[in-house]
């Protein structure tokens, strides 16, 4: 029989937790609960957590903290819960590395289904195709390993913004509408709105284009975006 996947919820308010651990668990996941940021991290350090349930607001560590500290160690999937609609919550947690956010008060079907939607995808290992290497001019790009250069210095990306490279320079000449990028690199069944498309190729020209001086990423207007090579 498969192993349950265990869910690890941080969240300091006791209704909103226990009410999370009792849908889970019927859902038929184990689950684990830290009601405060360090306990949190030390407990999602763990190689037998499958997601994080992660709040932004915690005592004796932040959720942007824990959950920068867990990435320094770990690509367990991190889902945020903001308090508040702000865009500079969202921005913040997965600038950072969660995976996906939710805003409080949610539903809890949804929930459930962004968890599945996480939980199926399959990542490459860092042993297979270590050895492709996408380049268009002194962008090289290392798909085994989520390792990016330009002109032999390494750009940090999280891996969120690789996949979304990735799926770019695969696609190179081609037009890519945000519905397609949400589709191939979010997956067909994410419930967030294509504006997430948007914060994240504005990560990507922070680090590339302006850093560098050059326009890999191209913006059609109306259509989506594109890079050329």
Known sequence: MENKKKILIVEDEQKIARFLELELKYEGYDVEIADNGRDGLEKGKSNDVSLIILDLMLPGLSGVEVCRRIRQVSEVPIIML????DITDKVTGLNIGADDYMTKPFAVEELLARIRVLLKR???SNYENEAIVFEIGKLKLYK?????????????LTKKEFELLEFMVINK???LSREKILDKVWGYDYFGDTNIIDVYIRYLRSKIDQKYNINLIETVRGVGYIIRG
């Open 82 to 85: 903001t308090a508040k609609d």
């Open 122 to 124: 399959k990542y490459v």
């Open 144 to 156: 085994g390993n989520y390792r990016i250069e330009y002109d032999g210095e390494n750009i940090d």
């Open 173 to 175: 000449n081609i037009v």
